[in-house]
């Protein structure tokens, strides 16, 4: 599961499973550069992305991988955990998250 925010600047706030150096399983929070604005009224649906996120990281198995074979990067597990997307046009690039 991967929580996605995006702000009224089009900013990008991605939450994901993930695993540190040991293989432990831990949760990534990513933002863009610019950091992310969250409205009050939203709090309670971030905290419970975060939530249901760290219960998949805390089942989950490896990290996804790439699909590759020029499919839409949206279909690629790993491309839509991915806190920066491919570039256009968009695809899965393959090789290694």
């Given at each position: 599961m991967t929580y996605h925010h995006r702000d009224h600047d089009n900013d990008l706030l991605t939450v994901s499973a993930n695993t540190d150096s040991d293989g432990q399983p831990t949760v990534l929070i990513a933002t863009t550069r610019d950091g992310i604005d969250i409205p009050l009224d939203r709090i309670e649906e971030l905290v419970a992305g975060i939530r249901d996120t760290a219960?998949?990281?805390?089942?989950?198995?490896?990290?996804?991988?790439?699909?590759?074979?020029?499919?839409?990067?949206?279909?690629?597990?790993?491309?839509?955990?991915?806190?920066?997307?491919?570039?256009?046009?968009?695809l899965c690039p393959g090789g290694t998250p």
């Open positions: 219960r998949q990281a805390a089942t989950s198995g490896p990290p996804p991988e790439h699909v590759g074979r020029r499919v839409n990067a949206e279909d690629c597990p790993a491309c839509s955990i991915s806190p920066t997307p491919p570039p256009y046009p968009f």
